[in-house]
């Protein structure tokens, strides 16, 4: 691609004009004189304007006098004549821009009349060649007419993007136009330039797919005061930009002044209804594809996202209901994704508000590309939001993958008059789009019909030869004639199709021009009041200069001292089974919300037991999965851990680690001092220091219960700008993702035929701690149940496995953990205490019950699950954590929880189990 700017020597200028305007070589006196003005500096325009007002030009494009001798007929050619001339027009458009009357007025015989002229020069304008579907459409066609054989000239207002163009060809000369304007804005420059290319380039044909601005008329008659013919792209519906009464102005402008057009193109049946209805030669010819044949293969459909590709606004393409709909998706499709394809002028502001709908973890913001076809392979359904379209070049692009579409209701578009490959639903009906959506994504079977539609309806648009129709068009135009209405039988659907949208349109016109939806204050939009007084408004100010340099001295020292501060090591291997999986729900959240917390080949280290579980739930985000502790851990480092020594001091407080404390300040707060607490003045400070520095607190007393996987992992959400309350909500939610990627690992690794073994009544009453449910309390609940009484599982090694033993109850061993999984999973009934088994059920169920007494709820449950909780605490509750293995009796001196030496507690475990 290459720009051309109008630069020629003078005497190959002016020699240019000679031969395109007078039809001859220049004359040697004569040309010496413009050439020795050009040389001194004056405009080629004015040479143009001087030739094109000289006798030799008036006489040569005069049409034959009237009656010799007749005053009124000499008036009536001068008049035609002045019409004719290009310096009438461009003197017109600054006193008649916009001027209904003036437009009424002007007769479409005053224009040199047409004669024959072989098409060779095409001229083709849109101002800009990038980031649109119109652009896009230019691009092919230059291309398509260049192969014809015809040459073509691109004309823009915009300079050449070789970076962001759309490929037009390497050899097209291109020329950059004063910008055009939707209102008058002092349109003579443009029309100057705009004549002064046609003339120089000798082109045959204009052809302007600039559709809706005020300054196409104007190009137009430039272009027809040359005699040169011109065709209109008209590249949307027919009623696009009528949003209010005062628009009928505007559109009622376009009509009377298309009419001196050649031709109108359009893109649908049922445009070329509608201006043939208005005395507007149109034909309809479809938009080239960006491709000449179909790809060889169809996207997967196989994944739960969907895409929509379009310039970001709210206006037309609506981008706000797309994101207004997506919540409602993930109501029922959780796991679903956005592709959001585009740039446009608001992006930004639809990622501020995909932020504030809570939805950013799921929508993934492309911006503006080349490289569509990447994200439409990605894809198993389209999602199209517009208001109006003309010819959405889109719906070529993935259906020619397979891709089905589901959109608002566009009836005037060739694309859907078939009925196939897609699904329509109302316009701005966002709960029926998400509905329609999830349908396809959960029926896979649907979603493959329909793309092997949409596959066949563009394989047939591409079967019709668009060069033959162009071609026609052209050779029509080349006769000199007026170009005639295709002969078509009555169009009854668009003659219906148009009533009916005009019906809606004229409806409509009571609301304001442009109507905004009403839409929430987005956080940034906020208005932040000033300090009413003055004296504070100037401390505040003042405040501020004097923080700039230690901000701008802190900014600059941390880049370079701390250059990276996602995580690198993640050591999880020193703390139990339950807590790894509480720690990882938190790692989860941030991770599936597209937080940046981990870099590139982040290692993360759990027990060696879990390493295969936690390879199917963090390998989809590139963490390293190893088994045990890091011999070498790479910096920065997380850890729930608290510093020991006083480098993790340096490397927590001060550098880039983060050793969280997770449990001592909660530690503190309970009824007795855990066995072994260190009081010590050092682990004092680390404590007051951790809370500050970490968690924001003054004090280990301002603790409070919540879920360790939250806890930990706050203090990160909150660095990235994640607060509390979003990563609560995206806790909940993102426990569905969680649950499917545990059921099919359980499920991978179980064959149907073994699942049944698995289904009966499983007990776990045992945890390391002393919260586990005594066996005579066990005994009882089995009691109550009859016949259908509950296995107990507790293992060999366990400390409460003797008194099981003794209690009668068989006590039974799980040699495999993954046995653990399968039951857990596929139990009829499942009773656990706060343990281990509790977090895995959690994890994949919320149909069991769980048993809760040393410990509350808001610590040890997870956000999102929803288990039957029966819970009893005592007076000694919540006490500190201690294991079976190392202490015959709690931290109060009891064998077991004081919460269980109640019936009525007893009871209420046994009528949970029963209902």
């Known amino acids: 691609m290459k720009s051309a700017n109008i630069k020629f020597s003078p005497d190959d200028y002016v020699a240019g004009l000679y031969r395109s305007m007078l039809g001859r070589e220049p004359d040697p006196e004569g ?3 413009y050439v020795a003005a050009l040389r001194k500096g004056a405009s080629p325009v004015w040479v143009l304007a001087e030739i094109q007002n000289s006798a030799e030009y008036r006489a040569r494009i005069a049409p034959p006098m009237e009656a010799a001798g007749s005053i009124a007929a000499a008036a009536r050619v001068a008049k035609k004549k002045a019409i004719k001339d290009l310096d009438f027009i461009i003197k017109s458009s600054e006193k008649y821009f916009n001027d209904i009357d003036f437009f009424q007025r002007l007769d479409v015989s005053l224009f040199p009349a047409p004669a024959p002229r072989k098409i060779r020069t095409i001229g083709i304008y849109y101002w800009r060649m990038n980031n649109g579907g119109t652009e896009r459409v230019t691009a092919r ?3 398509m007419w260049s192969a014809m054989g015809y ?11 070789p970076i962001n163009d759309y490929e037009y060809g390497e050899d097209i000369q291109r020329f950059v136009l004063p910008e055009r304007m939707m209102f008058n804005n002092y349109y003579p420059p443009r029309g100057r330039a705009l004549a002064d290319v046609l003339v120089r380039e000798q082109v045959d044909l204009f052809v302007t797919n600039q559709w809706y601005e005020l300054s196409t008329i104007w190009d137009v008659l430039v272009a027809k005061s040359l005699g040169i013919p011109s065709v209109i792209g008209w590249h949307n519906c027919f009623d696009a930009g009528i949003h209010g009464v005062d628009d009928l102005a505007v559109s009622y402008l376009r009509f009377l002044s298309y009419k001196h057009a050649d031709a ?3 893109l649908s049946q049922v445009d070329r209804v509608w201006f043939e209805r208005w005395g507007i030669t149109a034909r309809m010819i479809h938009n080239p594809l960006t491709f000449d044949s179909l790809p060889a293969t169809s996207a997967a459909l196989t994944d739960n996202t969907i895409v929509w590709i379009a310039r970001v606004e709210r206006h037309q393409k609506r981008v706000d209901l797309l994101l207004k709909m997506f919540p409602l998706l993930l109501e029922q499709v959780p796991d679903a994704k956005l592709l959001v394809v585009g740039g446009g002028p608001d992006l930004q502001w639809a990622r501020e508000y995909a932020d504030s709908l809570n939805i950013r973890s799921r929508v993934h913001f492309v ?19 517009s208001d109006f379209e003309g010819y959405p070049m889109v719906l070529g692009e993935v259906w020619s993958h397979g891709v089905p579409s589901v959109l608002f209701d566009l009836p005037q578009l060739e694309y859907l008059r078939t009925g196939k490959g897609h699904i329509v639903v109302r316009q701005g009906e966002i709960a029926e789009m998400a509905d329609a959506v999830a349908g396809l994504l959960l029926n896979h079977a649907r979603r493959r019909k329909l793309g092997s539609e949409a596959r066949e309806v563009v394989s047939d648009i591409i079967a019709d030869n668009l060069d033959i129709a162009w071609g026609r068009l052209f050779a029509e135009i080349e006769t000199g004639r007026p170009v005639k209405p295709e002969t078509l039988s009555t169009d009854v659907g668009s003659m219906k199709i148009l009533i009916d949208l005009l019906g809606h349109r004229l409806l409509s016109l009571h609301r304001p021009n442009f109507p905004e939806p009403r839409l929430p204050v987005l956080p940034s939009a906020v208005p932040v009041q000033p300090p009413r007084k003055r004296r504070t408004r100037i401390a505040v100010k003042v405040a501020h200069a004097i923080a700039a340099p230690y901000y701008l001295a802190k900014k600059v020292t941390s880049a370079r001292l701390i250059p990276e501060r996602r995580l690198r090591t993640i050591d999880l291997s020193n703390v139990g089974l339950g807590d790894n999986l509480m720690i990882w729900a938190g790692l989860f959240t941030l991770l599936d919300m597209g937080v940046d917390v981990c870099a590139p080949a982040c290692a993360i280290h759990v027990q060696p037991i879990l390493a295969e579980l936690a390879e199917r739930l963090f390998g989809r985000f590139g963490l390293e999965v190893r088994r045990g502790a890091p011999h070498e851990p790479v910096g920065p480092i997380y850890s729930p851990l608290p510093p020991e020594n006083w480098r993790e001091w340096r490397d927590t407080y001060i550098g880039r680690d983060w050793r969280m404390n997770w449990v001592e ?3 503190r707060q309970k009824t007795f001092p855990r066995d072994g607490a260190d009081l010590t003045f050092a682990k004092r400070v680390r404590l007051r220091v951790s809370e500050y520095v970490l968690f924001r607190r003054d004090s280990w007393v301002q ?9 930990v992992w706050l203090p990160l959400a909150v660095h990235h700008k994640v607060y509390p309350l979003q990563f609560m909500t995206q806790m909940k939610r993102s426990l569905g993702a969680v649950r499917h990627i545990f059921g099919d690992y359980v499920d991978n690794a179980t ?23 005594p066996p005579n309390v066990l005994a009882q609940v089995n009691a109550r149940l009859g016949a259908d009484t509950f296995a107990c599982y507790v293992q060999n090694d366990s400390a409460w496995h003797s008194d099981f033993e003794k209690g009668g109850l068989e006590p039974q061993h799980i040699g495999d953990l993954m046995d653990t999984f399968r039951l857990v999973r596929y139990a009829d009934s499942l009773l656990t205490t706060d343990s281990f088994t509790s977090h895995l059920a959690q994890f994949m169920r919320d149909d069991f019950v769980l048993v809760l007494s040393r410990d509350m709820r808001e610590n040890i449950v997870h956000p999102g699950a929803n288990p039957v909780i029966v819970a009893h605490h005592p007076a000694c509750a919540p006490c500190n954590y201690q294991e079976r293995y190392h202490f015959d009796t709690c931290v109060a001196g009891y064998k077991y929880c004081l919460a269980f030496n109640n019936a009525a507690f007893v009871d209420e475990i046994a009528a949970a189990v029963n209902v």
Request: glycine share 6%; hydrophobic share 40%; aromatic share 10%.
């Open 31 to 33: 040309a010496r004189g």
């Open 141 to 143: 066609q230059v291309q």
């Open 151 to 161: 040459r073509v000239i691109l004309l823009t207002d915009q300079e050449p993007d």
């Open 264 to 266: 109108m193109v359009v």
């Open 367 to 385: 911006g503006y590309t080349t490289e569509v076809e990447r994200y439409i392979k990605q894809a198993s359904v389209h999602v199209m939001t």
């Open 665 to 667: 300040a909660l530690d």
């Open 703 to 711: 603790a409070t219960p919540s879920y360790i996987g939250y806890r």
């Open 751 to 773: 064959p149907e035929a073994d699942r049944e073994a698995f289904r009966h009544r499983a007990a776990f009453p045992a945890g390391k701690s002393f919260q586990t449910i």
